[in-house]
């Protein structure tokens, strides 16, 4: 999603696979869409199907792989991959698991039908507690930082604080700043800090830039382009990060 109706403006975010969006404006082979979020950003028409809701109603299979291959069969051999998913992209199923449970059906958004293996998704996804969360978190790292990412293509860093919130039933702004004083969380001095708490960088409290998951012992997790553009495990011990750490927060 860009912040203008060009591939040369900035990146605003990202809206992944199967995601429905609302069209709130059309320029010249551009949309203007609003996720779910309420985020609003520009994006290719090509890149949109205008119609029903998708994956919206009935069964619907979410891959929990970090990445999962649709295939046209139920071979990962005879072809290619018609498609490569990134985690938490929806499926509408079409039928119960075959080959001894190992494949399902599904219908893609552009109506085709395909074959993902059932390793790769759940159709029931549960909720994580905060422990199951942050042992989540530490698969992704090592995955890219990328601006305005909310995929496992590449998270930025209040992408992925949004996302291992949503693993735990919560919705948060998608900003930063916004975040930081997001209505759902309490404020949390830095002392009584617990493991799951929102960690939150910048200049003041008023000029948020960064954030971050703390996962105890001083550590936190954070998409990062300090030293090393990945998501990364950082200690709040360091001076870099001790002196830009101005808000703490738990989910109420």
Request: with cysteine; proline share 7%.
């Amino acid at each position: 999603m860009y912040s203008h109706p060009s591939a040369d403006a900035s990146v605003v975010s990202q809206a992944i696979y199967g995601a429905n969006v609302g069209v709130v404006g059309e320029k010249e082979g551009w949309l203007r869409i609003r996720t779910a979020d309420d985020y609003i950003g520009w994006t290719p028409k090509p890149a949109v199907r205008i119609g029903q809701p998708y994956a919206a109603t009935g069964p619907i299979a979410e891959v929990q792989s970090m990445f999962a291959h649709v295939y046209r069969e139920t071979s990962t051999t005879k072809h290619a991959p018609l498609i490569t998913l990134p985690f938490e992209s929806r499926l509408e199923v079409l039928g119960e698991p075959v080959e001894n449970g190992r494949w399902l059906e599904v219908r893609l958004a552009d109506g085709r039908t395909a074959w993902v293996q059932t390793g790769d998704i759940a159709t029931e996804p549960k909720r994580m507690t905060i422990p199951e969360t942050l042992e989540f978190a530490k698969r992704l790292l090592g995955l890219p930082y990328t601006w305005g990412g909310t995929s496992s293509y590449g998270y930025d860093c209040s992408g992925l604080s949004q996302m291992l919130a949503r693993r735990r039933g919560y919705t948060l702004p998608r900003d930063a700043q916004p975040q930081s004083e997001w209505s759902g969380s309490a404020p949390v001095e830095p002392k009584d800090l617990q493991p799951g708490d929102l960690l939150y960088f910048g200049a003041s409290p008023k000029k948020v830039t960064h954030t971050g998951i703390y996962l105890g012992d001083g550590k936190f997790i954070n998409a990062t382009t300090h030293v090393t553009p990945v998501v990364r495990i950082d200690d709040l011990k360091e001076e870099y990060w001790s002196k830009l750490l101005v808000v703490a927060r738990r989910i109420k």
